[in-house]
């Protein structure tokens, strides 16, 4: 199995500030023959399924605000949201879909300071 | 709009078997690979393996082969999650969610999500 591997377990960020979220991949999600990394993020606020965020490492989904974006390529991922907002109060996942079983990373609970 | 809606909270005894669905609407059902979840409390996400309406076609992560079974019915739009004989170690929150990405051949992202089944196996 893919093991994704997120760093911090958990953030905490003032309002209006940066936070900045990693993944890593224990082998690579670029798929070469079309040059995509496999790798989505998702949001989960208490009581609510996850969200979907981003989609082939750096794709916004539908209805995501642009202060969310991804970024990183084969290994190594990172979700960074601008202007942090005290609605972003969640815990994020990555999760590969490269090769099954699409594992997802341990998460990280981003907090407001 | 495309929605999940998933069949209620289930309270069980250890030896039981269980069936939850998840029925799909506003989309071509049988076009997309459905995935099912478990989320054990305070933890995060665990992919448990897609079915393929269509065909049935499923496929199962190792760590849940032989311990569940999916099943789909094109008639009704659901796809069904299924255990024989429960533990107390599946008391878990359980999500279906469908593939985001449309080419059936590919991987793919999860969306929508499904509201989730809450399974609680307790003697």
């Known amino acids: 199995d893919i093991v994704m591997t997120q760093s911090p377990d958990s953030l905490t960020v003032s309002l209006g500030e940066r936070a900045t979220i990693n993944c890593k991949s224990s082998q690579s999600v670029l798929y070469s023959s079309n040059n995509k990394n496999y790798l989505a993020w998702y949001q989960q606020k208490p009581g609510q399924p996850p969200k979907l965020l981003i989609y082939w490492a750096s794709s916004r989904a539908s209805g995501v605000p642009d202060r969310f974006s991804g970024s990183g390529s084969g290994t190594d991922f990172t979700l960074t949201i601008n202007s942090l907002q005290a609605e972003d109060v969640a815990v994020y996942y990555c999760?590969?879909?490269?090769?099954?079983?699409?594992?997802f990373g341990q998460g990280t609970k981003l907090e407001i300071k | 709009e495309v929605q999940l809606v998933q069949s209620g909270a289930e309270v069980k005894k250890p030896g039981e078997s269980l069936k939850i669905s998840c029925e799909g609407s506003g989309y071509s059902f049988t076009s997309h690979w459905i995935g099912w979840v478990r989320q054990m409390p305070g933890k995060g996400p665990e992919w448990m393996g897609i079915i393929y309406p269509g065909d049935s076609d499923a496929r199962y992560s190792p760590s849940f082969q032989g311990q569940v079974t999916f099943s789909a019915d094109k008639s009704t739009s659901t796809v069904y999650l299924q255990w024989n004989s429960l533990k107390a170690s599946d008391t878990a929150m359980y999500y279906c969610?469908?593939?985001?990405?449309?080419?059936?051949?590919?991987?793919?992202?999860?969306?929508?999500w499904g509201q989730g089944t809450l399974v609680t196996v307790s003697s």
């Open positions: 999760q590969q879909f490269y090769h099954t079983p699409f594992t």
């Open positions: 969610a469908r593939h985001g990405n449309s080419d059936s051949s590919d991987g793919s992202w999860f969306d929508p």
